[in-house]
T-cell receptor, first 113, second 114 residues
Framework: AQSVTQLGSHVSVSEGALVLLRCNYS??????LFWYVQYPNQGLQLLLK??????LVKGINGFEAEFKKSETSFHLTKPSAHMSDAAEYFC???????????FGTGTSLTVIP | ETGVTQTPRHLVMGMTNKKSLKCEQH?????MYWYKQSAKKPLELMFV???????ENNSVPSRFSPECPNSSHLFLHLHTLQPEDSALYLC?????????????FGDGTRLSIL
C-alpha cells in the first residue's frame, strides 16, 4: 500500500524567503513521486516528477525537489518565494503495480509581502 | 484549446435531480480519471478508464455512474445525490495508465447539492 504525508497544512513565508514544503511517502516498491500546484478555482498543475532518474528534480516556476530514499522524503523547495506562488500544493505517489495516484492532503502556501 | 476541459464549471442541483458532468481532453491520452476533492481531505480517486475500458471503481456509490464513449470524452452521470456529495469534481487524463505518467487535470466542476 502507498500513502503520502504532507507535514503542515499551512505554511507562511515572506516574499523572497526560502520555500520548503514537506512530503513523506510510504511505498513497498520503488515509487514515482509528483508535486502538483492548485490555484483557486483551478485544477491541479504538474510542477515536477521523479521517475527513478536523477534524485534532484527541477520543475517549473523555479521549484525543485529531492528524492531521499533513506528518509522516504520528497520535499519541495524554492530559493525565493514570489507572491504568485501562493497556492495549494499536493504531493502524490504512484508505482508500476497499478494506475492509481495517492495524494496528500495538501499544503496551503501563503506569501507575505 | 486547453488540455482538459470540464463543463459545467458550477452546478447546483437538488437531491432528486439528474445531471451529467462532462470532460474532454485534447492531448491524445488513453487514460481518463474522475476525482472528488473535498475540503481537508486527500483527492479521492473515483473511476479510471484505460482505452475506454473501466479499470478502477473505488467503491463509489451507484448514484455516480461514469461513461466513456471514446478516449477523449468522459462523463459522470449524477442521480439522487446526497448533501455530502457536494465537492469539486476533477477530471484528469494521462498518456496511459502506467504509474510514471503524470496526470493532467481540468479545472473541475464545483457541485452543490441542496
Amino acid at each position: 500500500a502507498q500513502s503520502v504525508t504532507q507535514l503542515g497544512s499551512h505554511v507562511s513565508v515572506s516574499e523572497g524567503a526560502l520555500v520548503l514544503l514537506r512530503c513523506n511517502y510510504s511505498s513497498s516498491v520503488p515509487p514515482y513521486l509528483f508535486w502538483y500546484v492548485q490555484y483557486p478555482n483551478q485544477g491541479l498543475q504538474l510542477l515536477l516528477k521523479y521517475t527513478s532518474a536523477a534524485t534532484l528534480v527541477k520543475g517549473i516556476n523555479g521549484f525543485e525537489a529531492e528524492f531521499k530514499k533513506s528518509e522516504t522524503s520528497f520535499h519541495l523547495t524554492k530559493p525565493s518565494a514570489h507572491m504568485s506562488d501562493a497556492a495549494e500544493y499536493f504531493c502524490a505517489v504512484s508505482d508500476n503495480t497499478g494506475n492509481q495516484f495517492y495524494f496528500g492532503t495538501g499544503t496551503s502556501l501563503t506569501v507575505i509581502p | 484549446e486547453t488540455g482538459v476541459t470540464q463543463t459545467p464549471r458550477h452546478l447546483v442541483m437538488g437531491m432528486t435531480n439528474k445531471k451529467s458532468l462532462k470532460c474532454e481532453q485534447h492531448l491524445g491520452h488513453n487514460a481518463m480519471y474522475w476525482y472528488k476533492q473535498s475540503a481537508k481531505k486527500p483527492l479521492e480517486l473515483m473511476f479510471v478508464y484505460n482505452f475506454k475500458e473501466q479499470t478502477e471503481n473505488n467503491s463509489v456509490p451507484s448514484r455516480f455512474s461514469p461513461e466513456c464513449p471514446n478516449s477523449s470524452h468522459l462523463f459522470l452521470h449524477l442521480h439522487t445525490l446526497q448533501p455530502e456529495d457536494s465537492a469539486l469534481y476533477l477530471c484528469a487524463s494521462s498518456q496511459d495508465w502506467q504509474g510514471n505518467q503524470p496526470q493532467h487535470f481540468g479545472d473541475g466542476t464545483r457541485l452543490s447539492i441542496l
